[in-house]
């Protein structure tokens, strides 16, 4: 039987990153990656392979990364694991280990309506040939439909458009696309952004049924309305791959993912999860969490690959940032919006702040940038922030992160030390975030007096 120290189940963000991690904090221990396919997608590259890209093979992660930190790679697939023997089984034979992290990911989530399965319905997998067949499939077709408003659904159907002779449905069951993660005045603009590249998109839109004679013909909504198709894309959520550990009588948590503590352990000793696979609870009052992204599984794969062989990191909750961006328009989000902190039962001030990116405003790489900082009324804790504007409101968002995370108060943030430049960033006078926060104390103050 093979032997190692320290066995990774699965490749892509988690995998990868935990296989580093280990690495880094135990040099001297063998680290094997072992995942099912060949070549690795990048995941959050996938929509871009169909207008920008031009095919998969120009969105692969490089194992050079993991090579050069002497990680060992095996393509074979899991099929038992045996905590009690410490050893797993693949396709290849037996395997040992002394530490294992699961990081199995997700599979897509399956709309539970007649006809999911016809052929030309296309779930989005992160998998090489699946995608090469949606291209193909797409070159000959030229009605689509996206079923899910989220942002991996915009950001397909933004690709797809810009195929030639495509018309591109989308369908919310929501009243707002993105509407889960954004506020409402943030929601329109991006629909609005959206309709304006040609794509027709359609809110309150609940689908009964996809039909066709085997094949997709239509897709058809509880309204009656019937849409015409050729192609019909899932965009509709993530659900995690927990076979092996189900298989192997580990606890699973509310979501259905494998349970974890906040060093990322399973239930099972000497065997950790993270990434898509693993439970995630709120940074807001520790409430399961159904975020599903590559930002949170790799900082999950970093607590675990430390945590290997003695605690050294643990999980703060996810806070859930990210971004998302069509044409010039970029719209990012970290923590809670206004809605979602009412809604969980904080009394808080919102700030809306707009301003150009650079000083002055017409300097190359400028923009408008709308900013909207939600604070705790009470104590003035950084609860949540959203960004609208172009390419620098992915980075604006992760100081926002930032604060978020290290429980900043409006006071830290108004006398926050920035450095600016014109080229580059907002004016000192007028910085997004200070000037954010300085109008939110005085909102409460005006309110506590
Ligand atoms: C189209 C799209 C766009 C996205 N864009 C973004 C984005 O912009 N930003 C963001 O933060 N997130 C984004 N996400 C989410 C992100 O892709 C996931 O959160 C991320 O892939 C999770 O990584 P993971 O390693 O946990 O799981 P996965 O990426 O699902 O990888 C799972 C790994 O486990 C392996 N595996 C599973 N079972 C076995 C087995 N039995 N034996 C061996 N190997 C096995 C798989 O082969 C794979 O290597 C996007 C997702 C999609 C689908």
């Known amino acids: 039987m093979r032997k190692t120290d320290v066995i990774i189940v699965g490749g892509s963000a988690a995998g990868a990153t935990a296989a580093i ?50 990680v060992k790679i095996a393509i074979e697939t899991v099929k038992t694991l045996d905590p009690l023997k410490q050893m797993i089984t693949t396709t290849e034979g037996a395997i040992a280990y002394e530490r ?32 090469e067949l949606l291209q193909k499939r797409l070159q000959d077709s030229s009605r689509v439909v996206v079923i899910g ?4 659904g915009i950001e397909f159907a933004d690709e797809i458009r810009k195929l030639a002779n495509k018309t591109v449905t989308m369908l919310e069951i929501a009243p707002y696309c993105l509407s889960l993660a954004y506020d409402e005045e943030f929601c329109v603009e991006m629909q609005e952004a959206v309709r304006s590249r040609g794509i027709d998109i359609r809110t ?24 015409p198709a050729d192609i019909v894309i899932f965009g509709v959520g993530a659900v ?11 606890k699973l948590g509310p979501t259905n993912a494998i349970a974890v503590d906040r060093a990322m352990r399973t239930s099972a000793k000497h065997i950790f999860a993270c990434g898509d696979c693993a439970e995630k609870v709120s940074f807001f009052g520790g409430q399961p969490s159904p975020l599903r992204l590559a ?29 998302t961006a069509i044409g010039n328009l970029a719209m990012a989000t970290a923590g809670l919006t206004e809605t979602a902190a009412r809604q969980n039962g904080y009394n808080c001030v919102a700030v809306v702040v707009e301003g150009p990116n650079r000083h002055p405003g017409g300097m190359p790489g400028g923009a408008p940038t709308k900013l ?11 609860l949540g922030g959203q960004v609208r504007g172009n390419t ?57 007096a």
């Open 100 to 131: 294992l992290i699961l990081a199995t990911g997700s599979l897509p989530g399956r709309l539970p309506v007649p006809g999911f399965d016809k052929d030309g319905a296309f779930p989005i997998m992160k998998n090489i040939a699946h995608l």
């Open 204 to 227: 309150n839109a609940k689908v009964a049924e996809i039909k066709g004679n085997g094949k997709v013909e239509s897709v058809c909504l509880v309204d009656g309305t019937v849409i």
């Open 295 to 323: 930002s949170i599984a790799t900082m999950e794969a970093r607590i675990a690959g430390a945590n290997l062989y003695g605690i050294r990191r643990e999980h703060d909750g996810t806070v859930g940032v990210w971004s």
């Open 149 to 152: 408003c989220g942002f991996i």
């Open 240 to 250: 995690s791959n927990v076979a092996i550990a189900k298989a192997t009588g580990m």
């Open 392 to 448: 620098s409101a992915g980075e604006i968002i992760n100081i926002v992160s930032a604060c978020i995370q290290k429980r900043m108060l409006a006071e830290d943030i108004a006398t926050f030390q920035m450095g600016t430049h014109p080229a580059l960033t907002a004016s000192p006078t007028a910085y997004p975030l200070v000037n954010a926060a300085e109008i939110a104390i005085s909102q409460m103050y005006k309110t506590r």
């Open 372 to 382: 909207k900082l939600v604070f705790e009324k009470n104590t003035g804790v950084l």
């Open 21 to 70: 991690t280990a690495r880094r904090h135990y040099p001297e221990k063998e680290v094997l990656v072992v995942r099912q396919e060949k070549q690795v997608l990048i995941p959050c590259g996938i929509p871009y392979i169909f207008g920008t890209l031009g095919s998969p093979v120009k969105n692969i992660m490089p194992d050079a990364m993991l090579e050069k930190e002497g």
